[in-house]
């Protein structure tokens, strides 16, 4: 019994700093000059060359690279996607919105699963799944004729990356999330060296970069290791503590004040995303996973 307590707070407490870290990204992306793709660039250089040392440590790089197969490259190349767009919404819309729209990728996967694998969600997850999507268009309605829209449309469609891959998890758990993760970032470094001059990034703002691959290798191993001890449904809670977060910090460092439409689009996205992780009352039957909004096992490196 004590190891099981002990698996279980040890889940919590790495899900709780992946979710930490994984807030900081709003911060670091505000907080240097260099331009999107030499952000992409470098962090993603970063994050691949620390993932990669990490499964090598752990003497797991050869076996995933064995077993990777055309449904890895399918993952690979929806985060190389979906990190295109990742850097470039904070640069050009408030961290609040980019992550209060992105709260809802669960919900969107879950939708996503209804349509492409038939998984029949739950009642309660096709409301909080329309209530999700009213708050985002709350957010969005608030950027109309201001330049964070192309920002609020980078991070929609980043949720829409991020909801695919859940969906290709859930249906190909075998897939191992770590590789599929470095080789997205991997990807996008030609892309990156053609788009940005990536060699004259500021001398002062490399460390920040590089630091900014390794908090995200590290937020994605502790989120991969953290799942692995706690059931999805509670993973998906925890790992929510990263949308209130973002703004606050936000707030604190960057004084950045989020707008009406962004708190009362936010408050209806983060009550659709915690509503459905209750359990029903007095129900006896056993649960079935598509009553549950899908848990991510990767983020965007």
């Known amino acids: 019994m004590s190891l099981n307590i002990s698996q279980r707070m040890a889940g919590i407490l790495l899900i709780a700093v992946s979710a930490a870290v994984f807030s900081s990204a709003g911060i670091f992306t505000r907080s240097v000059t260099a331009a999107a793709w030499v952000i992409i660039f470098w962090r ?47 640069k050009l819309s408030s961290v609040a919105n980019v992550a209060l729209i992105y709260a809802a990728a669960p919900l969107a996967a879950a939708g996503l699963a209804w349509l492409v694998l038939r998984e029949a969600p739950a009642r309660r997850v096709l409301l909080a799944s329309a209530a999700a999507l009213a ?28 909801a ?19 080789v997205s970032s991997l990807l996008l470094l030609p892309a990156a060296a053609l788009m940005a001059p990536v060699a004259e990034v500021p001398a002062g703002e490399l460390p920040v970069l590089v630091l900014f691959g390794l908090v995200f290798a590290v937020a994605s191993v502790t989120l991969c290791e953290g799942a692995r001890r706690l059931p999805a449904a509670e993973t998906a809670l925890l790992s929510a503590l990263e949308t209130p977060l973002a703004p606050l910090l936000a707030f604190l460092i960057l004084a950045e004040r989020p707008g009406l439409t962004t708190v009362l689009g936010g408050a209806v996205i983060l009550t659709a995303v915690l509503w459905p992780q209750k359990p029903p009352v007095r129900s006896r039957r056993p649960e079935n996973p598509a009553d549950q909004p899908i848990a991510c096992p990767s983020r965007f490196p």
């Open 164 to 182: 695919g891959i859940m969906t290709a998890y859930r249906k190909w758990p075998d897939v191992p999330a770590a590789l599929p993760n470095a």
């Open 135 to 162: 708050g985002v268009g709350i957010i969005v309605s608030g950027s109309l004729g201001q330049g964070s829209l192309a920002g609020d449309a980078l991070a929609l469609f980043m949720t829409l990356m991020m």
């Open 44 to 90: 993603g250089l970063a994050a691949a060359g620390f993932t990669l040392a990490y499964l090598g440590l752990r003497g797991q790089l050869a076996g995933e690279a064995r077993v990777f197969d055309r449904r890895a490259w399918l993952i690979a190349v929806m985060g190389a996607a979906g990190s295109a767009a990742f850097i470039p919404a904070f």
